[in-house]
C-alpha cells in the first residue's frame, strides 16, 4: 500500500493550459503539503492544510489553488501554465506538531512546453 | 524566521570512504532536526531525525547529532556504499513549517 500516492507521474502540457495533480494519503494524517522541486534540487514549500483549512500559503502566484475536499486529500490545480511552472511537485503528508516527520509522494514531473 | 544551511555538492567519494555533510540552522526556539533523502527518481525518505539538543539520530550506517550551541546537524556515515549515492536534506520543522536546506548531491564510485 503506497502511504502518499500523487497522481500523475508525468505530466507534459503547453503553455497557458489549466492542469490538476492529485494527491492521496492512506496514513491518516491531519496535514498535507505541497512541495515544488526545482532542476536544482531545491525544495520550496507552497501550501500547507491542516484539517482541510489552509495554514501556509508561500508567495505562490494566485494561479496555483490547492483544494482539500477531507482530511486525506490534497490536489493542486494550476492554470495558465507558464515556462517556469516546470519543476517536479511533491505531497507530503504529517501528523500536526513540531517533532513529526513528513511522508512524501513520489513527486509529479511537470514539463510546460 | 527558520533557515537550513547545508554543504554544497556535489561530493564524490569511492565506496568504504568516510562522508560527512555539514549542515546549521538558525530557528526561534527548539526545533527538531531531520535528515531526509532522495534516491534518483523518487520522493524524500526520512533517513533520521533529532528532537532536543544532544539528542543523536541514527539509521543505516548514518548519525547525527543535534548540538544547540553550534546550531548544527551534521550528517556522518563512517564507510559509504555505492547504494548511498542520493541527494540529501538537512530539514528542520519549527511553528509546524517544514524547511529545508538546498540538498547536497552524493556519488560513491565502486
Known amino acids: 500500500d503506497t502511504a502518499v500516492s500523487q497522481t500523475p507521474k508525468y505530466l507534459v502540457t503547453q503553455m497557458g493550459n489549466d492542469k490538476s495533480i492529485k494527491c492521496e494519503q492512506n496514513l491518516g494524517h491531519d496535514t498535507m503539503y505541497w512541495y515544488k522541486q526545482d532542476s536544482k534540487k531545491f525544495l520550496k514549500i507552497m501550501f500547507s492544510?491542516?484539517?482541510?483549512?489552509?495554514?501556509i500559503n508561500e508567495t505562490v502566484p494566485n494561479r496555483f489553488s490547492p483544494k482539500s475536499p477531507d482530511k486525506a486529500h490534497l490536489n493542486l490545480h494550476i492554470n495558465s501554465l507558464e515556462l517556469g511552472d516546470s519543476a517536479v511537485y511533491f505531497c507530503?503528508?504529517?501528523?500536526?506538531?513540531?517533532?513529526?516527520?513528513?511522508?512524501f509522494g513520489q513527486g509529479t514531473r511537470l514539463t510546460v512546453v | 524566521g527558520n533557515s537550513v544551511t547545508q554543504m554544497e555538492g556535489p561530493v564524490t567519494l569511492s565506496e568504504e570512504a568516510f562522508l560527512t555533510i555539514n549542515c546549521t540552522y538558525t530557528a526561534t526556539g527548539y526545533p527538531s532536526l531531520f535528515w531526509y533523502v532522495q534516491y534518483p527518481g523518487e520522493g524524500l525518505q526520512l533517513l533520521l531525525k533529532?528532537?532536543?539538543?544532544?539528542d543523536k539520530g541514527s539509521n543505516k550506517g548514518f548519525e547525527a547529532t543535534y548540538r544547540k550551541e553550534t546550531t548544527s546537524f551534521h550528517l556522518e556515515k563512517g564507510s559509504v556504499q555505492v547504494s548511498d549515492s542520493a541527494v540529501y536534506f538537512c530539514?528542520?520543522?519549527?511553528?509546524?513549517?517544514?524547511?529545508f536546506g538546498a540538498g547536497t548531491t552524493v556519488t560513491v564510485r565502486a
Open positions: 530539514a528542520l520543522i519549527n511553528d509546524y513549517k517544514l524547511s
Open positions: 492544510y491542516n484539517n482541510k483549512e489552509l495554514i
Open positions: 507530503a503528508s504529517s501528523q500536526w506538531g513540531d517533532n513529526t516527520e513528513a511522508f
Open positions: 533529532a528532537t532536543k539538543a544532544d
